[in-house]
């Protein structure tokens, strides 16, 4: 075990790896705990969409800048991360939605993200399967350089780069203790051994808390469990994301042709518990088959839960607090921690090699839940 | 036979030397080799070759690889239609 880095890092799902591609590629010495392996946690049993059409200006910011660097990153890290561009398509059940969605189309707009409002009859020359009257649509939202990407080849390769440029990674590792010393980061106690640091980033997902709390400091995130299947692999059928706010549902057919989607469980409940339940079964089949009837021939294969950390507005917590120099914040990522990896992992490593900050930073910073009146991210689904 | 003609995951059309490369890539997780090949997504969900990935990864790596840790099976046991599961016919 190494003595000592520059940055210790707490989680190996696609965060932890991006910050460690990102600053390892600018010569900072960089370590990875992980305690079970890479994107076991919510990285790997998410979505995997990526999505610019937010309601809050900084998630929209994120996701668009993260687009741009998606669009590069196979090339950029020498392996495939499957993106696929194939939009996003947001349907809109009545006219108040509407006039939300409206609202957010204008803001995205004013960002320079390409999203419009759309007929129901361009929803079906998007995605030919959707039943308009099942789905009870009268309108949609629809950007086209939305998409997805294949979450665990996108982390394996941020972490295979990190490595080539000198950065340590660790899986099966646990972290039991931080300690500190004149209100800044000093040791990093793992199962395995103690590394001297000055920067720890907290990026461990659901075990967020647990890590706040070996330095003494609340974060209001709670632990959302949810639910998720795949089908059996099809002929390409459709290329967007369907969700629906209202529903709740989202699906998509992903690269190698399965369908992948989810739906809230019915009796939804704050915890722990990863037991799959047979009430998602049956919401999300009814759900998908009432949007694409057609889909009642298909076979659904697999079915699994994950966790969303969810803050009280539904935005990630990031950056540095005043009460303890040198402990970062990347959590809280409510559902879409994955879309906007890319720029979290960059403006973050931004603020460590060069104490550079930013009005997103500022605004997503632990003590806005203290000093500000919060603005809710309302476009949330699963 | 040769290892590009072993089918070592039935489902996704695995050989040998797929799961043999992405060991010596540095993949020696049954769940990262899982997530990176794809091995037991399919219709038999890993019955067929959790257990020859785990004998591979012992003789490459040279360490105990405990039937503990292979990955979970998810459910269902067996692919079921989305028309099934959505009818509310017992």
Request: overall charge positive; some cysteine; glycine content about 8%.
């Amino acid at each position: 075990m190494i003595k000592k880095a520059d940055v210790v890092i707490v989680g190996g799902g696609v965060n932890g790896c991006g910050l460690a591609y990102n600053l390892s590629k600018r010569g900072v010495d960089v370590a990875v705990f992980e305690k079970n392996y890479l994107s076991s946690g919510a990285t790997g049993s998410c979505g995997a969409g990526i999505r610019q059409q937010w309601s809050t200006h900084e998630n929209a910011e994120l996701a668009m800048k993260s687009v741009k660097i998606f669009e590069k990153l196979s090339n950029e890290l020498g392996d495939d991360i499957e993106l696929r561009q194939g939009g996003y398509l947001i349907a809109v059940h009545d006219k108040e939605e509407l006039l939300q969605l409206e609202k957010n189309v204008e803001m995205q707009k004013s960002l320079g993200i390409p999203v419009k409002i759309i007929s129901t009859k361009e929803i079906i020359e998007v995605v030919p399967i959707l039943d308009i009257k099942g789905m009870n649509a009268i309108a949609a939202t629809f950007c086209p350089t939305d998409g997805h990407a294949n979450p665990f080849k996108t982390t394996f390769a941020y972490a295979n780069a990190a490595r080539k440029y000198g950065a340590n990674i660790f899986t099966h590792t646990t972290v039991t203790d931080i300690k500190t010393k004149n209100k800044k980061v000093s040791e990093v106690i793992t199962d395995k051994g103690i590394i001297k640091t000055d920067f720890v980033v907290n990026a461990a997902g659901i075990s967020s808390e647990e890590i706040c709390d070996m330095v003494g400091i609340k974060i209001p995130t709670k632990p959302v469990r949810k639910e998720i299947m795949a089908t059996e692999r099809l002929q390409p059928l459709f290329k967007a994301m369907v969700i629906s706010f209202k529903d709740g549902i989202y699906f998509s057919q992903q690269h190698e042709g399965q369908i992948v989607g989810g739906i809230p469980i019915p009796e939804q409940k704050y915890g722990y518990k990863t037991a799959p339940t047979v009430s998602f079964l049956q919401h999300m089949s009814k759900t998908l088959t009432r949007y694409a009837p057609v889909l009642k021939h298909i076979n659904m294969l697999r079915h699994w839960t994950g966790f969303y950390d969810v803050t009280p507005d539904a935005r990630p917590i990031l950056g540095e607090t005043k009460d303890l120099k040198g402990f970062i914040h990347c959590h809280g990522f409510s559902g879409h921690g994955f879309m906007i990896s890319p720029m979290v992992s960059k403006i973050l490593c931004e603020y460590i090699v060069e104490g550079k900050t930013s009005d997103i930073l500022e605004s997503l910073s632990l003590t806005r839940f203290k000093d500000k009146k919060i603005e809710h991210e309302m476009a949330v689904v699963g | 036979m040769g290892k590009k003609k072993t089918i070592v995951c039935r489902c996704e059309d695995l050989t040998l030397e797929d799961v043999e490369n992405a060991i010596d890539t540095g993949y020696t997780d049954l769940e990262e080799l899982r997530k990176k090949l794809r091995i037991g997504m399919g219709p038999c969900q890993g019955r067929v070759c959790f257990q020859l990935v785990q004998k591979i990864l012992e003789k490459k790596t040279g360490k105990k690889v405990p039937i503990k840790s292979l990955p979970k099976v998810r459910p269902p046991i067996i692919p079921v239609s989305l028309g099934t599961l959505a009818s509310d016919e017992k």
